[in-house]
């Protein structure tokens, strides 16, 4: 990492050897004992010892989807289990609905179109809130939809959308939610709000490196795969849960032994802070983070919620290059933040912060803001972003 982490070009002045901190929404940094765990020796995935592992990380996962239903964990990243979904629920020419407010809702409609689905999209700014009352109605002006897809947390933008209004104003269709970002550091009661697919991916929230896709579904969402003639074979659900019922659980083809290992001691580390007190301390670095970005000066991209406990974005001030000030804050100070993308590349920045973060985290990001913005000649007061993200955990009493 050492070599690979190193700023490329270090300005002969500056005697400073940066850390490196990856603050970006996915990969995310993860514990050490999650790395240690990826060094073990591979086990294989037909014994008794991978068993007991993956018994343990299944029962975590409905921990932490908070469902009963079944889910099924895939060598693949998070579209791959989203594209799984779509073959396994509907027959080319159904007609689904899909929220577009960023980069992944646009995904989803794109992809429901390259198989055959009739897709009704519904639009809405970058940076916006889906509304739920207006899927309501394009549901009621179209009875033959039979799905509807929505994010949880809108990753390209940091928006988080009501997916419990959503799950509502999607009782009578199938209600699939990407809560790739969104699963461990925002609220999402699968069963008790009646969301009948989550999909979800290890290298986000759940603190864990890329590699897996997973995919949780319901009584209802099994119906629809009953009666579904999409073509299918690696996402097979009748395939994973023929595997899963046997005991121990298996999955049908190989798993990605090593980071399923590693998944476990991350399920278990969040479920030992406990769920409830995670989705706290995201909020938390939600707000520091936001206030950050106010006191330095800058606009917010997106609403100033705590729903938006995810991903923070910001607007890059007039008179800067976004790109540059990305790749200063990395270059100078070795923390990587993620740029804009699509028709946002340049124009906002993003400070992920869904997984393994904590308060200090935050604070060094936008110190390290400030000090890129005072050299790219942005008038910025040093300490103005820092103090209004300390004073936001000093409040709550997080970091005394
Ligand atoms: C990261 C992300 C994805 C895509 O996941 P991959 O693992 O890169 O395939 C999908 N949706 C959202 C909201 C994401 O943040």
């Not at 995935?45 to 921990?63: A, D, Q, S, Y």
């Not at 519904?122 to 809130?129: A, D, F, P, S, V």
């Not at 995810?310 to 200063?328: H, N, S, Y």
């Amino acid at each position: 990492m050492e070599g690979r982490c190193r700023p490329k070009q270090r300005r002969k002045v500056s005697p400073m050897q940066n850390k490196y901190r990856l603050m970006s929404p996915g990969p995310t940094p993860i514990p050490p004992e999650v790395s240690a765990a990826g060094a073990l020796p591979i086990i294989h995935h037909r014994t008794p010892e991978f068993g007991e592992v993956f018994t343990r990380v299944n029962e975590n996962l409905k921990r932490v989807f908070l469902t009963e239903n079944d889910i099924f964990t895939y060598a693949s990243s998070g579209t791959g289990a989203f594209e799984g979904a779509l073959q396994n629920l509907f027959s080319p020419g159904d007609k689904v609905l899909v929220v577009n407010n960023g980069n992944f809702g646009g995904r989803w409609a794109k992809m429901g179109r390259a198989f055959g689905l009739e897709v009704t999209e519904l639009t809405y700014e970058w940076g916006q809130k889906a509304d739920n009352e207006e899927v309501a109605e394009a549901l009621a002006a179209d009875p033959q939809i039979k799905g509807a897809v929505c994010v949880l947390s809108e990753t390209s933008t940091g928006t988080v959308n009501d997916i419990r209004g959503f799950a509502k104003a999607t009782e009578n269709v199938l209600t699939i939610v990407d809560a790739v970002s969104g699963l461990g550091c925002c609220e999402l009661r699968t069963d008790e709000w009646g969301v009948d697919v989550v999909v979800a991916g290890s290298q986000k929230a759940l603190m864990t490196p890329p590699g897996l896709g997973f995919v949780s579904v319901s009584e209802r969402a099994w119906k629809a795969h009953e009666e579904s003639r999409m073509p299918r074979y690696y996402f097979d659900w009748t395939a994973a849960k023929k595997a899963y019922r046997k005991d121990p659980p298996q999955t049908p083809w190989t798993p990605a032994v090593s980071v399923i290992l590693q998944l476990d001691l991350a399920l278990r580390q969040i479920l030992e802070e406990g769920l409830e007190n995670v989705l706290e301390r995201h909020v938390l670095l939600g707000r520091a983070a936001r206030a950050g970005v106010k006191g330095m000066g800058l606009r917010l991209f997106g609403p100033d919620e705590d729903m938006n406990a995810a991903v923070t974005a910001a607007w890059v001030p007039e008179g800067v290059d976004g790109k540059q000030l990305v790749r200063m804050v990395f270059r100078e100070h070795g923390i990587q933040v993620a740029g804009g993308q699509g028709p946002m590349e340049g124009r906002i920045f993003r400070i992920g912060h869904c997984g393994y973060f904590d308060a200090y985290d935050i604070i060094a990001t936008v110190a390290a803001l400030e000090l890129a913005l005072e050299s790219l000649g942005y008038p910025v007061e040093l300490g103005r972003g820092v103090g209004a993200a300390q004073r936001v955990f000093s409040k709550s009493g997080v970091a005394a």
